[in-house]
């Protein structure tokens, strides 16, 4: 199937620096969505974005998506220690079939106190 | 509260012992799947389930099936397990295929010895 592909895989920052994440996608998407996975929890979902949309926020969350590109980011401004987690974009492809969103590998980030 | 719960949250068979992973949601929704997860290969879609009755294979089906008699109930069955079914698996439920939220369950760790 069509993943999304996450970059970086693994990211370290200090607390309060902002982090940036980045999924790449290959076919037209209906939407992208973001969701955070704290170690071996369940998924949480964070912001989706449609394809008419460039921008989203959501508190300290900002996504952008670049269909040109076939790109999107997600970025966490302020990060807290709490935001430490693997972050997965999902795409969900507009060539038709039934089978919803597609996963990424997901980003691990880490946040240093 | 709305939630997607799975049990048992933690498994440990021998190859060929027939098991079953429920899963059940209350917020109504029609479309369920489940997911495995396994390290460097991200979440694959095993099965999914438009709707009482309906269901279909995601990336991953072969050992598995699943069954939707209840709107709120998606059990995934492993009727003959192999220690490459030893994963991480979600349920997940959303109100609709790719452009809804997905609400995931809290997991199930699967060991097959």
């Known amino acids: 199937s069509q993943q999304g592909e996450e970059d970086p895989q693994a990211l370290s920052i200090q607390e309060g620096e902002n982090a940036t994440m980045n999924c790449s996608y290959k076919?037209?998407?209906?939407?992208l969505q973001w969701y955070r996975q704290n170690s071996g929890r369940g998924l949480v979902h964070l912001i989706l974005i449609r394809s008419n949309e460039r921008e989203k926020h959501s508190g300290r969350l900002r996504v952008t998506l670049d269909t040109s590109k076939k790109s999107s980011s997600l970025l966490i401004t302020a990060s807290r220690a709490a935001d430490t987690a693997s972050y997965f974009c999902a795409t969900d492809f507009s060539g038709g079939g039934a089978d919803g969103l597609t996963f990424g590998k997901g980003t691990h980030l880490i946040i240093q106190p | 509260e709305a939630q997607v719960t799975q049990n048992p949250r933690y498994l440990i068979t021998v190859t060929g012992k027939k098991l079953t992973v429920t899963c059940s949601q209350n917020?109504?929704?029609?479309?369920m799947s489940w997911y495995r997860q396994d390290p460097g290969l991200g979440l694959r879609q095993i099965y999914y389930?438009?709707?009482?009755?309906?269901?279909d294979k995601g990336d991953v089906p072969e050992g598995y099936k699943v069954s939707r008699k209840e709107k709120r109930n998606f059990p995934l069955i492993l009727e003959s397990p192999s220690p490459n079914q030893t994963s991480l698996y979600f349920c997940?439920?959303?109100?609709?295929?790719?452009?809804?939220?997905?609400?995931f369950g809290p997991g199930t760790r699967l060991t097959v010895t």
């Open positions: 917020m109504n929704h029609e479309y």
């Open positions: 997940a439920s959303s109100a609709g295929r790719g452009s809804h939220e997905q609400y």
């Open positions: 076919t037209s998407i209906n939407n």
């Open positions: 389930s438009m709707n009482v009755e309906v269901t």
